[in-house]
């Protein structure tokens, strides 16, 4: 049984039986705490919502909280949305619901966390693909950590590396003058590089070091070998036509190739097909 203790629209709770029954999945305790009067929006001392504990794929709970009135894009006092908590989860379902009731795919603060960067942080192609499918931005950088690929090669998750590239996020662009590419030789991630360079990344470009990609790669190593290989045997006109083409489009023109008056072979070769 619960009693309802609330006591007005600021009260403040360091962490209400409400966020203990989000947090727990548990909804039928969730339902009647929201029936005795527990506003959806109560919150921790840190701003911490209800919303933000039940992301652990309780979409129930979710729903009944949504259908409460809980605020999609809460922040807490560091920055963190529901949003980013279903990334930090790798709960999808969530995620899809909450985009579909308004939630934001970036904050308007760059120094905020970001729901991207953390999805592909954590290879949770799902959440990256949802994200990305709701507006956000392939590209979208933060000084302190750099752009969303730069973070995938850093983490070794291709399949969002792959995710980004193929919806227009930019080969080149990393954190400073440190590339995804350099990100990726690092990891000796051949799957990545190669990844990488079927893209169009540059080898000669230098991190803060001054440091080309390949004086990063492992002596005698395959990821070397690959970048030898593209140093030593300049880019066939055909690839650098399809960089200079997509680059050209832009990211959120990319999806529409397909309705461009092209033979499927061509539309196929600039989609990477």
């Not at 302190?144 to 983490?155: K, Q, R």
């Not at 990891?187 to 990344?201: I, Y």
């Not at 006109?237 to 397909?258: A, E, F, M, N, W």
Request: hydrophobic share 35%.
């Amino acid at each position: 049984q619960f009693y309802c203790t609330y006591q007005g629209p600021y009260s403040w709770a360091d962490r209400s039986p409400l966020h203990e029954a989000a947090s727990q999945g548990r909804l039928l305790a969730l339902r009647t705490l929201l029936a005795q009067g527990y506003p959806a929006n109560i919150v921790t001392i840190d701003q911490v919502t209800p919303l933000h504990e039940c992301l652990s794929g309780h979409i129930a709970c979710v729903r009944a909280l949504l259908s409460s009135g809980a605020n999609v894009n809460a922040a807490t006092i560091d920055g963190l949305t529901p949003l980013y908590n279903c990334c930090r989860s790798g709960s999808a379902s969530c995620m899809e619901l909450l985009l579909q009731h308004g939630a934001r795919a970036h904050s308007a603060h760059t120094h905020y966390p970001s729901a991207l960067h953390e999805a592909c942080k954590r290879g949770s192609s799902k959440c990256v693909k949802s994200l990305l499918s709701h507006g956000a931005d392939p590209g979208y950088e933060l000084s302190h950590l750099g752009s969303p690929l730069y973070i995938s090669c850093l983490h070794r998750q291709a399949a969002c590396s792959e995710i980004l590239l193929r919806t227009g996020a930019r080969v080149n662009a990393g954190r400073g003058s440190d590339s995804p590419l350099h990100a990726a030789v690092r990891q000796d991630c051949v799957e990545q590089v190669a990844l990488l360079l079927e893209f169009g990344a540059d080898v000669n470009l230098r991190d803060d070091n001054n440091r080309k990609a390949s004086e990063l790669a492992p002596p005698g190593g395959h990821v070397q070998q690959l970048l030898k290989t593209v140093q030593d045997s300049p880019r066939s006109l055909c690839q650098l036509c399809r960089i200079t083409i997509r680059d050209v489009i832009g990211p959120l023109r990319l999806k529409l190739l397909p309705t461009l008056p092209l033979p499927p072979l061509l539309t196929g070769y600039l989609n990477h097909s």
